[in-house]
């Protein structure tokens, strides 16, 4: 069996790796999109390396687009094959790659309006909201627990990975002959005892694991202050200043913590006398589909909403759509707090409120995620004077913060504990993925001096056999 690994290697977005069993039977774990490499980006997404044709099966481990925003692209140029995954991955996916296709589409024809200025032909987006509806047709939703069976030859069972809803480590046992080869991919790690999803559940013994490596060198805070410093955060800025708490966020897991995190301090009353907006269209539908599948919440919110029947709402707390209502708020001039896609501040409207109230010194921009190192986001937070938002420069006067341990992503501490239910004696190879080099380096080190030997990070496209 050859393994290939086709993206995420020594960086944290584009996940896919490719399988190919010894009678020919190729399976793709993941197609994440590239994202935050400026104009390298659309390139890497286009140049798969492989010929979506040829792909017979597709397993998925959760929506985020660096692990799915590919899909509609492969299926536009001709996969015809099956996408694997849970049944809030499907959901979550649905509406993900719809809005995906949308920006493609609007980034595209910004583009072409350069390059027309500059006498160039247009260019056509990746792929456009049509194919992403049309990929559906592809899914099927395959519940944790429940081993599904491939030609005879796989078999696909999900374990709750706790990133986000619907996550999952993928484990296979693939039969080659007498020998069956256990591979197990954790697709990306969640936190132990979060606020709204159940915790990371161990697998069954692997021969090799290909794991993620975000946060391979870092220790997150604990979860328990981040309430207390969300309450703070909208204290000194609503309240002492008079402003406007912005705070970028994924639109998927991270959005609904903080919304369930403020209504946790509503129904405490302590939460100001200030309004509050959700201004992502797709954060308010993903926090619809986050309602239809509680099956996914631990019972701390479970038993939260014997008295709360509605963790994500609360007579203050408004969700925008339309674009009129999202403009309207930059014009607004008393306090609140806006939440917003996109985490890393690279697009969607968070980017608009950002180029309007960064040089404000009443505002205050609350980091509450990881941002990869090119993007608008980290340039801000590694504090950056002037920054370039829409072509223009901007003097950045508002007030940083952040807010470490809401990270959806597991530290070194709580990875080193998720592989506990792994033997390193009978583990023969551990590949990391999904993390800077220099992280997964000190990463190697940790899992070494605890006993993991066999830990290699391969190299964009490396093969290996198995």
Known sequence: MKLQFMGATREVTGSKHLITTRSGLKILLDCGMYQGKGLDTDA???DLGFDPREIDYLILSHAHIDHSGLIPYIYKLGFNGTVLCTPATRDLCAIMLADAGRIQEQDTATFNKKRKAQGLDPVEPIYNHEDAQACMGCFISVPYHKKFNIEGEVTVEFFDAGHILGSSCIFLEIKEGRRTIKLAFTGDIGRYDKQILKNP????QADYLIMESTYGDRKHESLKNAEQELLMAVLDTCTKKKGKLIIPSFAIGRAQE???ALDRLEHAKL????DVFVDSPLSV????????HSECFNESIAEYCKTDPDPFGFDRLQYIQSVQASKALNVRHKPCVIISASGMMEAGRVKHHIANHIENPATTILCVGYCEPSTLGAHIMRGDKTVSI???AHTVRAELRRIDSLSGHADYVEMMRYIGCQSPKKL???FLVHGEEETQRNFVSTLRDNGWNNVSIPAFREEVQL
């Open 390 to 392: 829409f072509g223009q």
């Open 285 to 292: 539908s993903a926090t619809n589909i986050m309602r239809l």
């Open 271 to 274: 939460l100001p006398d200030i």
């Open 201 to 204: 559940e161990p697998f069954p």
């Open 258 to 260: 903080i919304i369930y």
């Open 428 to 430: 023969k190879g551990i």
């Open 44 to 46: 890497m997404n286009r």
